[in-house]
């Protein structure tokens, strides 16, 4: 508890008027850091930052992390805050893309409360909102709230479609993917990795390369719009129509780069979605086959990212999304199929032998970035619509340390 606790004295009254005006001034109290007020029933219809900016129209509650103040459409300060009018919400406490935020507006009643100059100390604090679910500052957002409270549970994210039929347990909202990965729990290094392997490989669905294009619009849709896939290096929302091979459209982006390994495009590790985002042509002619590695020039078209001979270094919001996709085809592909055994190493450069690297950077930016709920959420979808199996090291960032040292 951040402060004293507050008592208050009053007199019982017998009329309704004055018990209602009672009952406003006592919801409208900020509760101490850590608690909720008495009797807020938050939890019935409570939303995550990333169903709320999918969901933009009515009223909703949402919980979220404090992450930063929302200055402009894509400009968000995390430091030395100007105002006390407006908030960034996320889903993980050190969320640093504009695109995973939800914009709340603050209003008079709630600014010595929940302003950002007023209080700098919020950042990373759980919070509950109400209020108009609208664009604010031209972005998803939160706009007009009838209700602010310090809140304590982590948000959690819901799937999207219900499971179907699944090669192994399917995980539930109370015992998490336990079942799942039961054979694998406990297990450490290669006994860790062996399990994993059979686990995710057994029952999986193969997708034809044709079936990727609109599982892409499912996978990777713009929470924001619709109608619009989220590119992964670039972080740009383009219209689901536009894909296909010529300047401005998008395309399918092999994340591990199917020269390394010769794999192809036939069902197999060449249409895997683990592996497979959407990405605007010309960025994904620059990426190419190339190992991923920390340095570089900036490149033109996709702000953040770096590249130089024979390596690429994505943006930071997608770090740890790019790792843990690596780490998964390392473990999915192990040799013992009609694919090559796919490996992780330490160089950059390796041309068309199955290996990527780099594991040194893979494993920082595996800590660094780590999965948020928009990476969950296609986990889960992978999981329920389309192949069956899921990627552990979105469930489980741990095992990376484990497995790959």
Known sequence: MSGPTRHRRTTMLATPAILALLALSVSLLRAPAGMLPAGAAVEAAVMTVAQAIGSQSGTGTVRGYVVGEPTATDTVR???FAGDTALALADN???TDPGDMLYVQITSSY????????????????????????AYFSHPGLKSPTAMTAGTT????APTTAPTTAPTPAPTGSGGTDAYYASALGKSGDSLKNALHTIISSGATKLSYE??????TVTDQDPANSSNVKLLYSGLSRSKTLNGGST????????????HGDFGTSPGPGTDLHHLRPEDVTVNALRGNKDFDAGGTAVSGAAGNYTDADSWEPRNAVKGDVARMIFYMAVRYEGDDSWPDLEVDDATGSGTAPRLGRVSALRQWNTQDPPDAAE?????????SYQHNRNP???HPEWVASIFG
């Open 376 to 384: 969950r959420n296609r986990n889960q979808v992978i999981y329920a």
């Open 111 to 134: 600014r010595s409360a929940f302003g950002l100059r007023t209080n700098p100390s919020l950042i990373g604090d759980p919070i509950v909102v109400t209020g108009t679910l609208t």
């Open 154 to 157: 982590t948000p959690t994210t």
């Open 211 to 216: 079936a990727v294009w609109n599982a892409l």
């Open 93 to 95: 406490s050190g969320e």
């Open 248 to 259: 401005g459209n998008w395309n399918r982006e092999h994340v591990w780069a199917k020269s």
């Open 393 to 395: 090291f979105i469930d």
């Open 78 to 80: 995390f430091r030395d």
